[in-house]
């Protein structure tokens, strides 16, 4: 019967960390979508040109490309 009470008290323990834990998230201040949004939607596009996945990166400046291609005889 101990190993029973052992259980039912870890359980007491996790639930209680548990409820600790949703008072810290339920006592945090949100910010909302709706701003945050717009803030991302502006800073996209205040960046766009710079943006290698919008404007793609020159040849010469690609640390990715090969130096060397290869050719088949």
């Known amino acids: 019967m101990s190993g ?3 259980s039912s ?22 910010i909302k979508i ?3 949004a ?5 800073y996209c596009q205040e960046h766009r040109r710079s943006d ?3 404007t793609g990166i020159a040849a010469s400046s690609n ?3 090969d130096k060397k ?3 088949l005889l």
Not at 38 to 42: G, T
């Open 63 to 65: 640390p990715f490309k």
């Open 34 to 36: 709706s701003l945050t």
């Open 52 to 54: 290698p996945l919008l």
């Open 9 to 30: 008290s870890n359980s007491v323990v996790q639930a209680q960390k548990l409820v600790d834990q949703l008072r810290i998230e339920a006592g945090m201040e949100r």
């Open 38 to 42: 717009s803030d991302l939607v502006r």
């Open 69 to 71: 291609t290869c050719v």
């Open 4 to 6: 029973k009470m052992c």
